[in-house]
């Protein structure tokens, strides 16, 4: 079992940054691919990034590539997802998942744990 808590999440301007980070329970974290995922009122839960065990190869959604960066640290047991030139388009709860296994993937359902979610507000 895995427990996830995000914490980062804010009011900021467009254009301004936050840090998400998510914690994980367990001494096995390196073991889990980690997702960021967002949804914004009325819309589908979507993928933002994707890391995977290792943090050796990351994915990206495109509309936020060049913007966010996903990270880890397995000796804290903490995935990041640092978000610069924030949009009103970005605004939304975001949550960290983990999906048992070395590699990401893009599909919610593959993932096996999940956050309570940080919410995200970027004003205009």
């Known amino acids: 079992q895995v427990q996830l808590v995000e914490s980062g999440g804010g009011l900021v301007q467009a254009g301004g940054s936050l840090r998400l980070s998510c914690a994980a329970s367990?001494?096995?974290?390196?073991?889990?691919?980690m997702g960021w995922f967002r949804q914004a009122p009325g819309k589908e839960r979507e993928i933002v990034a994707a890391i995977s065990g290792n943090g050796g190869s990351t994915y990206y959604t495109s509309s936020v590539k060049g913007r966010f960066t996903i990270s880890r640290d397995n000796t804290k047991n903490t995935v990041y997802l640092q978000m610069n030139s924030l949009k009103p388009e970005d605004t939304a709860v975001y949550y960290c998942a983990a999906r048992g296994g070395l590699f990401w993937t893009v599909r919610m359902d593959q993932y096996d744990y999940w956050g309570q979610g940080t919410q995200v507000t970027v004003s205009s």
């Open positions: 367990g001494r096995t974290f390196s073991s889990y691919a």
